[in-house]
């Protein structure tokens, strides 16, 4: 049986308001009160008062003051993650079959008409969420996409506008309108069709509570890629690993916030001791208020689970389905065949989760939670709905119509039945005679 190292004992109650009330209220105001209401709550929420529309010319130049060396990274992470995605959509064929002779029927992959994709803020620029979303719905064949982003907060507070750096990237990445709008109101207004883009058909991206909770509540009418709470990271190590790399993969995906669970699964307990150990001093690392996030985020949502062996680790590891699965063990093809539910998987201690996280080409929005037991991440498939056709000649009549007019009948949808018989009477005179009847 594992047994725990470390354990997890959570947060204390937030006092916070109730979230979903909030929400509720918010996106009515928004859809009766259209564009008003959406810049009335930028202007009280963000102090945001200029333009919610950006000028493409302002997002064409947004790169201007941008390093060489960052414009550089996120072009090649651009180049990673587009053809990842577009290597997906090829993976996607259109079918047809002749099930009987004269019955033909297939299947058809068709983009949406419009998305919305959403680019946090906040505490962190969140440049590359812009690429996972927007170039992944390009790569689709999505015909208009919309993204927004909150306006950043200059250091005495004023609102500035769109960070240069996630403007210039949601540009890059291939977005058609772009919104200065965050929060609640920045995803109506992408559903609700506001400020002259087109309603989106799925709404994507990552964001806070508010957010998270706004596309829940407008999930069917308007799709979603999920419900989406703290990220979180398992660890898989053996004996092998290095304590001191374990311990920095986990304090940096800890940096995301206090609320991150981050997760140790080993069967060698002196490597757990060991990154126990370590976990203050990497927290220490970390530049200013990220360390002492990371290291909140340990105390309180950390654990290490020491198994018996690798089998019970897998097992383990699949109990707790994270959304960011690290494997630093021998042996990677056992692990990669075994393991069974994760957002996106890591292996090797040379492919840390950041990677994932930045530029390597996978997406970065997983589920979180432990959806990854029935669901993935976004990916093509979001913005693509698999529709299905069929046609019926003569040839396949006799035996297609009489069959759906038993199931029919023995269901008491006799007029389900109808239609089908009045297939078979245009076969023969007989049974026109016997229909009309």
Same mark, same amino acid.
């Given at each position: 049986?594992?047994?725990?190292?470390?354990?997890?004992?959570?947060?204390?109650?937030?006092?916070?308001?109730?979230?979903?009330?909030?929400?509720?209220?918010?996106l009515a105001r928004l859809k009766t009160g259209g564009e008003d209401t959406a810049r009335d709550y930028a202007q009280r929420l963000d102090g945001w008062t200029g333009e919610i529309v950006v000028p493409p010319e302002q997002a064409q130049k947004a790169g201007k003051?941008?390093?060489?060396?960052?414009?550089?990274?996120?072009?090649?992470?651009?180049?990673?993650?587009?053809?990842?995605?577009?290597?997906?959509?090829?993976?996607?064929?259109?079918?047809?079959?002749?099930?009987?002779?004269?019955?033909?029927?297939?299947?058809?992959?068709?983009?949406?008409?419009?998305?919305?994709?959403?680019?946090?803020?906040?505490?962190?620029?969140?440049?590359?969420?812009?690429?996972?979303?927007?170039?992944?719905?390009?790569?689709?064949?999505?015909?208009?996409?919309?993204?927004?982003?909150?306006?950043?907060?200059?250091?005495?507070?004023?609102?500035?506008?769109?960070?240069?750096?996630?403007?210039?990237?949601?540009?890059?990445?291939?977005?058609?309108?772009?919104?200065?709008?965050? #929060?609640?109101?920045?995803? =109506?207004?992408?559903?609700?069709? !506001? &400020? %002259?883009?087109?309603?989106? $058909?799925?709404? +994507? /991206? *990552? #964001?806070?509570?508010?957010? =998270?909770?706004?596309?829940?509540? !407008? &999930? %069917?009418?308007?799709?979603? $890629?999920?419900? +989406? /709470? *703290?990220?979180?990271?398992?660890?898989?190590?053996?004996?092998?690993?290095?304590?001191?790399?374990?311990?920095? $993969?986990?304090?940096?995906?800890?940096?995301?916030?206090?609320?991150?669970?981050?997760?140790?699964?080993?069967?060698?307990?002196?490597?757990?001791?060991?990154?126990?150990?370590?976990?203050?001093?990497?927290?220490?690392?970390?530049?200013?208020?990220?360390?002492?996030?990371?290291?909140?985020?340990?105390?309180?949502?950390?654990?290490?689970?020491?198994?018996?062996?690798?089998?019970?680790?897998?097992?383990?590891?699949?109990?707790?389905?994270?959304?960011?699965?690290?494997?630093?063990?021998?042996?990677?093809?056992?692990?990669?065949?075994?393991?069974?539910?994760?957002?996106?998987?890591?292996?090797?201690?040379?492919?840390?989760?950041?990677?994932?996280?930045?530029?390597?080409?996978?997406?970065?929005?997983?589920?979180?939670?432990?959806?990854?037991?029935?669901?993935?991440?976004?990916?093509?498939?979001?913005?693509?709905?698999?529709?299905?056709?069929?046609?019926?000649?003569?040839?396949?009549?006799?035996?297609?119509?009489?069959?759906?007019?038993?199931?029919?009948?023995?269901?008491?949808?006799?007029?389900?039945?109808?239609?089908?018989?009045?297939?078979?009477?245009?076969?023969?005179?007989?049974?026109?005679?016997?229909?009309?009847?």
């Amino acid at each position: 049986m594992p047994r725990l190292i470390k354990s997890a004992p959570g947060l204390p109650p937030a006092a916070l308001a109730d979230v979903a009330d909030t929400v509720q209220v918010m996106l009515a105001r928004l859809k009766t009160g259209g564009e008003d209401t959406a810049r009335d709550y930028a202007q009280r929420l963000d102090g945001w008062t200029g333009e919610i529309v950006v000028p493409p010319e302002q997002a064409q130049k947004a790169g201007k003051d941008l390093s060489d060396a960052l414009k550089q990274a996120l072009d090649y992470a651009h180049d990673n993650i587009r053809r990842f995605a577009q290597a997906q959509r090829a993976s996607l064929r259109d079918i047809e079959i002749e099930l009987h002779p004269g019955l033909v029927a297939g299947q058809s992959s068709l983009p949406v008409g419009a998305a919305g994709c959403y680019v946090p803020g906040g505490r962190y620029a969140h440049i590359a969420s812009a690429l996972m979303t927007i170039a992944t719905a390009r790569a689709a064949g999505v015909p208009h996409i919309t993204a927004c982003a909150p306006p950043r907060r200059a250091p005495d507070g004023t609102a500035q506008g769109i960070d240069p750096a996630t403007l210039y990237t949601m540009h890059l990445a291939g977005a058609d309108t772009i919104l200065c709008l965050g #929060g609640v109101q920045g995803i =109506a207004a992408m559903s609700y069709g !506001l &400020f %002259g883009a087109p309603p989106a $058909d799925v709404l +994507a /991206g *990552p #964001g806070n509570a508010y957010v =998270a909770e706004a596309k829940r509540q !407008l &999930f %069917g009418p308007v799709g979603i $890629d999920m419900f +989406a /709470g *703290p990220t979180d990271v398992l660890i898989l190590a053996d004996a092998t690993a290095d304590p001191a790399l374990v311990a920095l $993969d986990l304090a940096g995906q800890a940096e995301h916030g206090p609320t991150s669970p981050c997760w140790l699964i080993t069967d060698h307990e002196p490597l757990a001791r060991r990154v126990a150990d370590l976990m203050p001093e990497t927290c220490a690392r970390i530049d200013g208020e990220n360390g002492a996030t990371a290291r909140a985020a340990w105390d309180a949502m950390g654990e290490i689970i020491l198994c018996n062996s690798r089998e019970e680790m897998a097992a383990e590891s699949d109990r707790y389905a994270p959304e960011h699965l690290h494997v630093q063990c021998t042996d990677l093809p056992w692990w990669q065949a075994r393991l069974t539910a994760y957002g996106s998987l890591f292996l090797g201690a040379d492919t840390t989760v950041a990677f994932g996280d930045k530029a390597s080409g996978p997406n970065h929005v997983l589920p979180t939670g432990g959806a990854a037991r029935y669901t993935g991440g976004l990916s093509v498939h979001k913005f693509l709905k698999t529709v299905t056709w069929q046609r019926a000649t003569p040839e396949a009549l006799p035996a297609l119509a009489r069959a759906t007019s038993v199931i029919s009948r023995a269901e008491g949808m006799t007029g389900h039945a109808l239609t089908a018989e009045a297939r078979l009477a245009t076969l023969t005179p007989r049974a026109c005679v016997a229909n009309e009847s």
